[in-house]
Protein backbone atom coordinates (compact mmCIF):
# COMPACT_ATOMS: atom_id res chain seq x y z
CA UNK A 1 0.00 0.00 0.00
CA UNK A 2 1.04 3.16 -0.49
CA UNK A 3 0.74 5.71 2.35
CA UNK A 4 2.03 9.42 2.04
CA UNK A 5 2.29 10.91 5.23
CA UNK A 6 2.32 14.91 5.77
CA UNK A 7 5.37 16.38 8.56
CA UNK A 8 4.26 19.31 10.58
CA UNK A 9 1.26 18.34 12.80
CA UNK A 10 1.47 14.95 11.94
CA UNK A 11 4.65 13.44 12.77
CA UNK A 12 5.97 16.51 14.85
CA UNK A 13 3.67 19.32 16.67
CA UNK A 14 3.30 22.53 14.36
CA UNK A 15 6.41 24.83 14.87
CA UNK A 16 6.49 25.15 11.13
CA UNK A 17 9.32 26.73 9.98
CA UNK A 18 11.17 25.02 12.90
CA UNK A 19 10.99 21.27 13.56
CA UNK A 20 8.38 20.28 16.31
CA UNK A 21 8.87 18.04 19.33
CA UNK A 22 7.48 14.18 17.54
CA UNK A 23 4.29 13.22 18.26
CA UNK A 24 4.66 10.15 20.49
CA UNK A 25 5.04 7.05 18.46
CA UNK A 26 5.19 8.68 15.10
CA UNK A 27 8.43 7.84 14.15
CA UNK A 28 8.22 3.94 15.51
CA UNK A 29 4.63 3.41 14.09
CA UNK A 30 6.33 5.22 10.33
CA UNK A 31 9.54 2.43 10.59
CA UNK A 32 6.56 -0.29 11.27
CA UNK A 33 4.50 0.47 8.09
CA UNK A 34 7.82 0.59 6.14
CA UNK A 35 8.82 -2.70 7.47
CA UNK A 36 5.67 -4.33 6.67
CA UNK A 37 6.09 -3.07 3.09
CA UNK A 38 4.36 -0.25 2.97
CA UNK A 39 5.77 2.62 0.28
CA UNK A 40 5.67 5.57 2.79
CA UNK A 41 5.82 8.83 0.71
CA UNK A 42 6.60 12.37 3.08
CA UNK A 43 4.26 14.87 1.41
CA UNK A 44 5.05 18.21 2.78
CA UNK A 45 4.62 21.81 2.09
CA UNK A 46 8.12 22.25 2.96
CA UNK A 47 10.58 22.78 0.41
CA UNK A 48 14.40 23.03 0.03
CA UNK A 49 16.26 23.34 2.85
CA UNK A 50 13.65 23.38 5.19
CA UNK A 51 11.89 19.73 3.61
CA UNK A 52 15.76 18.47 3.57
CA UNK A 53 15.79 19.58 7.52
CA UNK A 54 12.51 17.32 7.86
CA UNK A 55 13.70 14.29 5.75
CA UNK A 56 16.83 14.46 7.37
CA UNK A 57 15.15 14.00 10.86
CA UNK A 58 13.48 11.68 9.84
CA UNK A 59 16.28 9.79 8.61
CA UNK A 60 17.63 10.64 12.03
CA UNK A 61 14.96 8.32 13.90
CA UNK A 62 15.25 5.54 11.64
CA UNK A 63 12.76 6.41 9.16
CA UNK A 64 13.68 6.35 5.18
CA UNK A 65 10.37 7.53 2.77
CA UNK A 66 9.91 5.44 -0.02
CA UNK A 67 9.54 8.94 -1.66
CA UNK A 68 9.46 12.77 -1.04
CA UNK A 69 6.71 15.39 -2.52
CA UNK A 70 6.53 12.49 -5.24
CA UNK A 71 4.74 9.30 -6.21
CA UNK A 72 8.13 7.26 -7.03
CA UNK A 73 11.93 7.75 -6.09
CA UNK A 74 13.04 8.55 -10.16
CA UNK A 75 10.13 11.43 -10.79
CA UNK A 76 11.05 14.05 -11.64
CA UNK A 77 8.66 16.36 -9.74
CA UNK A 78 7.61 19.68 -10.16
CA UNK A 79 11.11 21.68 -9.67
CA UNK A 80 11.98 20.21 -12.67
CA UNK A 81 8.81 21.00 -14.83
CA UNK A 82 6.20 23.38 -13.66
CA UNK A 83 3.09 22.11 -15.20
CA UNK A 84 3.41 19.25 -12.97
CA UNK A 85 1.08 18.09 -10.24
CA UNK A 86 1.99 17.84 -6.54
CA UNK A 87 -1.20 15.93 -6.08
CA UNK A 88 0.69 12.20 -4.48
CA UNK A 89 -0.76 9.09 -5.98
CA UNK A 90 -1.72 7.92 -2.53
CA UNK A 91 -3.91 4.84 -1.22
CA UNK A 92 -3.83 6.73 2.08
CA UNK A 93 -3.13 10.03 3.33
CA UNK A 94 -2.34 10.95 6.96
CA UNK A 95 -2.57 14.56 7.87
CA UNK A 96 -3.69 16.51 10.93
CA UNK A 97 -5.97 18.24 8.77
CA UNK A 98 -8.53 15.60 7.63
CA UNK A 99 -11.62 16.06 8.89
CA UNK A 100 -12.11 14.80 12.15
CA UNK A 101 -8.67 14.98 12.81
CA UNK A 102 -5.29 13.29 13.64
CA UNK A 103 -5.80 9.61 15.16
CA UNK A 104 -3.01 8.86 17.53
CA UNK A 105 -0.17 6.84 15.82
CA UNK A 106 -1.51 3.64 17.36
CA UNK A 107 -4.95 3.86 16.54
CA UNK A 108 -3.27 4.57 12.71
CA UNK A 109 -1.47 1.53 12.74
CA UNK A 110 -4.31 -0.75 13.80
CA UNK A 111 -6.45 1.17 11.17
CA UNK A 112 -4.06 0.16 8.14
CA UNK A 113 -3.12 -2.92 9.05
CA UNK A 114 -7.14 -4.06 9.90
CA UNK A 115 -8.18 -2.54 6.98
CA UNK A 116 -10.43 -0.36 8.99
CA UNK A 117 -11.83 2.85 7.91
CA UNK A 118 -13.20 5.89 9.78
CA UNK A 119 -16.83 4.69 8.94
CA UNK A 120 -15.71 0.89 10.50
CA UNK A 121 -14.54 2.78 13.68
CA UNK A 122 -17.86 5.18 13.88
CA UNK A 123 -19.64 1.76 13.85
CA UNK A 124 -18.02 0.21 16.27
CA UNK A 125 -18.24 3.08 18.78
CA UNK A 126 -21.99 3.65 17.93
CA UNK A 127 -22.44 -0.35 18.50
CA UNK A 128 -20.60 -0.19 21.61
CA UNK A 129 -22.89 2.80 22.63
CA UNK A 130 -25.91 1.25 22.00
CA UNK A 131 -24.68 -1.62 24.28
CA UNK A 132 -24.11 0.50 27.21
CA UNK A 133 -27.04 2.12 26.89
CA UNK A 134 -29.21 -0.96 27.18
CA UNK A 135 -27.16 -1.49 30.25
CA UNK A 136 -29.24 -1.38 33.56
CA UNK A 137 -28.85 1.79 35.29
CA UNK A 138 -26.55 2.01 38.37
CA UNK A 139 -28.26 3.56 41.31
CA UNK A 140 -25.94 6.17 42.80
CA UNK A 141 -25.22 5.70 46.82
CA UNK A 142 -27.26 9.09 47.55
CA UNK A 143 -30.09 7.16 45.74
CA UNK A 144 -30.49 4.46 47.59
CA UNK A 145 -33.40 3.60 49.10
Known sequence: MTIAVDFD??????????IGDEIIFATDTLRQLIKDGHKVILWSVREGKLLQD???WCHERGVDFYAVNKDYPEENGAESNKSFSRKIKAD??????NIGGLPDWGQIY???TNHETWADKI????????LSDDAPKRKHWWSRK
Do not use: C, L, N, W
Open 9 to 18: GTIVEHKYPE
Open 54 to 56: AVD
Open 92 to 97: IFIDDR
Open 110 to 112: RMI
Open 123 to 130: AEASASAQ
